[in-house]
Every structure is written in C-alpha cells, then in structure tokens.
T-cell receptor
Framework: DQQVKQNSPSLSVQEGRISILNCDYT??????FLWYKKYPAEGPTFLIS?????DKNEDGRFTVFLNKSAKHLSLHIVPSQPGDSAVYFC????????????FGKGTRLHILP | GAVVSQHPSRVICKSGTSVKIECRSL??????MFWYRQFPKKSLMLMAT?????????EQGVEKDKFLINHASLTLSTLTVTSAHPEDSSFYIC????????????FGAGTRLSVL
C-alpha cells in the first residue's frame, strides 16, 4: 500500500516557466512533508519541507503548498532552470515516532531549453 | 545543510566477498542513520534504521545476516554486504537525521556496488 504517491513519472517544462510537481498521500496523520531532488548516481538533496499545520512554505524559487483536506501537496519551481532537471521525490513523516521517511516513487523533471 | 559523507562511491567485487560501506555525519551528531537501496528507475527502499549503540531495525524482507549494520558512534554507521552475489548489485545510500523536530534526513552521495 503506497502511502505517498507521485502519479506523474515525468514532466517536461520550458526553461523560465513554472514547474509544478504533484504528490498525494493517504495517511492524514503525517506531521511533516519534504521534497528531495536527486541527480543520477548521487544521493538525494533536501530541498524544502512543510509542517502539516501550515499550507505554504517558500524558499527562493521553491514553494511547497499543502492541501490537507485533499491530502495533496505540490512543489512549484519558478522560474525553472536547466539545473533543475532531476528526479524529485516527495516524502512524508511522523514526528516523534520511528523517524522513518516514506518516499514517493519520484517524478523526473526535464527542463527544456 | 548538514553534510553526510559516504565511502566508497563505487566498488566492484567478486561474488562471495564482503563489502563495507561507511556513512559519516561530518558536522553533526546523528543518533539515527538510515540505509536505503535504490533499484534502477525505482524509488528509495528503506533497508534498515541504525541507532547508535543498539541493534539496527530491519525492514521486512531485508536479511539482517546479509546486510550487517554497525552504528558504533554518533557520527559513523557502516553497512557490510556479506558474501555478495550479483543480485546484490545496486545503489546503496545512507542518510542521517539531525535530531531536531523537523525530522529532515540528509543523504550521502551513495555507493554503486557491482558484484561480478
């Protein structure tokens, strides 16, 4: 049973435009949500996170939106740059529990010139 | 952000040998480290949770005698793949948690293991 779902395996966006990566989850008890970026043959890099008590968190070009009623979150990247081409993993965790992070399957983002 | 170092980045070994992978938190103390495995075009699969000074907690389906984990200090955890076989060839990644309430894990660069 997949608790964190990224239904789009890939996404192509023109350079300079907005990239929107989507993620759905099934467990309403998650406390924290995270986005990681991964290049081939490298470990994931933490990008941005959001607590379940908030609906938006912004850091530079990256903004994460959380819709708890829909159990949906999204990562917005604007403007998109060539270096943003990577696989993006959505993840969720419980605070004060067993510390596990549950990852989605990832979405490969291609930034087109 | 916090820095996690993983070594080696790539290892090629013969079938039947054992391989040790190190994971170090360089600028923070990590009471908990995690070991993941990534298959081609798949998500990260959590193998085990490693707690300093105690036995690792393995996920269902992961052989603890095959994948030995030692977390001897607050900055070092090791994963030993014992009697490696070609099917153990994969990309292994460690991560460490900073211990604050945000539960952010910082990842090492990964180790590509190829068993001949």
């Amino acid at each position: 049973d997949q608790q964190v779902k990224q239904n789009s395996p890939s996404l192509s966006v023109q350079e300079g435009r907005i990239s929107i990566l989507n993620c759905d989850y099934t467990n309403s008890m998650f406390d924290y949500f995270l986005w990681y970026k991964k290049y081939p043959a490298e470990g994931p890099t933490f990008l941005i996170s959001i607590s379940s008590i908030k609906d938006k968190n912004e850091d530079g070009r990256f903004t994460v939106f959380l819709n708890k009623s829909a159990k949906h979150l999204s990562l917005h990247i604007v403007p998109s740059q060539p270096g943003d081409s990577a696989v993006y993993f959505c993840a969720a965790s419980f605070m004060n529990r067993d510390d596990k992070i549950i990852f989605g399957k990832g979405t490969r983002l291609h930034i087109l010139p | 952000g916090a820095v996690v170092s993983q070594h080696p980045s790539r290892v090629i070994c013969k079938s039947g040998t054992s391989v040790k992978i190190e994971c170090r938190s360089l600028d923070f103390q990590a009471t908990t480290m995690f070991w993941y495995r990534q298959f081609p075009k798949k998500s990260l699969m959590l193998m085990a949770t490693s707690n300093e000074g105690s036995k690792a907690t393995y996920e269902q389906g992961v052989e603890k005698d095959k994948f030995l984990i030692n977390h001897a200090s607050l900055t070092l955890s090791t994963l030993t793949v014992t009697s490696a076989h070609p099917e153990d060839s994969s990309f292994y990644i460690c991560s460490a948690r900073t211990g604050d309430l945000k539960n952010i894990q910082y990842f090492g660069a990964g180790t590509r293991l190829s068993v001949l």
